[in-house]
T-cell receptor, first 111, second 115 residues
C-alpha cells in the first residue's frame, strides 16, 4: 500500500523566516496531495492541496510543489508568523479516497 | 454552514467495555470517513462510507471495531471489548463526492481513553 514519509518531524524557525516541509510517497497511482494544519487539541484543517496534473500552487504565504517523477512534494511557508505554529500533515490520495498521511511536522515559529 | 461534529468530545471507559462514537457530517456530503490518530502520529484510515454502505473497511484493525451509517448521514463507530491500545483520538471526516480529489473536512474528534 501507499507509504508517505514526512520530514522533518520538528522544525523551529524565527518569525519572518521561511519553513519547508518535505514528503515522499511510494504509490505512483496517487493523484491528489492535500496538506493539513492541526493545532493542539483541534481538528486537522486543509490549508492547501495540489493535484497530479499541476507542478506548483500558491496561496498567499503558502505554496506547494509536486514532482511526480521523483514522487515527492513540499510545503513552503514564507514570512512565518507565530500563529503558523502547529503540526502540519501531508497526505497522498489515490483512487476513491484512499488517503494516507505522513507522521507530521511540528513547526514552531519563535517571535 | 455547520461543519462536521462529533460526540462525545471525550470518553473514558474501562477495559472490556463497549463504546459508541458519533459523527454528524456536513449536510449533503455523501462520503464519510473514520480515522484514528495516536499521539504524535498522522490520522490512520479506518473505514469509508459512500451513502449508507461501507465502501472500504480495510482499515478496521479487527472485528471488535464496527461502524454503521444507516440513513446515509450520521455514522456511529462501535468498539466492543475495548483494550488500552484503543486509546486514541477518533476523527471523522466528510466530503461531497467520491472522486478521490474532493476535500475531506474533519470533525474535532473524540478522545477515547481506555483505563
Amino acid at each position: 500500500g501507499e507509504n508517505v514519509e514526512q520530514h522533518p518531524s520538528t522544525l523551529s524557525v524565527q518569525e519572518g523566516d521561511s519553513a519547508v516541509i518535505k514528503c515522499t510517497y511510494s504509490d505512483s497511482a496517487s493523484n491528489y496531495f492535500p496538506w493539513y494544519k492541526q493545532e493542539l487539541g483541534k481538528r486537522p484543517q486543509l490549508i492547501i492541496d495540489i493535484r497530479s496534473n499541476v507542478g506548483e500552487k500558491k496561496d498567499q504565504r503558502i505554496a506547494v510543489t509536486l514532482n511526480k517523477t521523483a514522487k515527492h512534494f513540499s510545503l513552503h511557508i514564507t514570512e512565518t508568523q507565530p500563529e503558523d505554529s502547529a503540526v502540519y500533515f501531508c497526505a497522498a490520495v489515490k483512487g476513491y479516497n484512499d488517503m494516507r498521511f505522513g507522521a507530521g511536522t511540528r513547526l514552531t515559529v519563535k517571535p | 454552514g455547520a461543519g462536521v461534529s462529533q460526540t462525545p468530545s471525550n470518553k473514558v471507559t474501562e477495559k472490556g467495555k463497549y463504546v459508541e462514537l458519533r459523527c454528524d457530517p456536513i449536510s449533503g456530503h455523501t462520503a464519510l470517513y473514520w480515522y484514528r490518530q495516536s499521539l504524535g502520529q498522522g490520522p490512520e484510515f479506518l473505514i469509508y462510507f459512500q451513502g449508507t454502505g461501507a465502501a472500504d473497511d480495510s482499515g478496521l484493525p479487527n472485528d471488535r471495531f464496527f461502524a454503521v451509517r444507516p440513513e446515509g448521514s450520521v455514522s456511529t463507530l462501535k468498539i466492543q471489548r475495548t483494550e488500552r491500545g484503543d486509546s486514541a483520538v477518533y476523527l471523522c471526516a466528510s466530503s461531497e463526492r467520491t472522486s478521490g480529489t474532493d476535500t475531506q473536512y474533519f470533525g474535532p474528534g473524540t478522545r477515547l481513553t481506555v483505563l
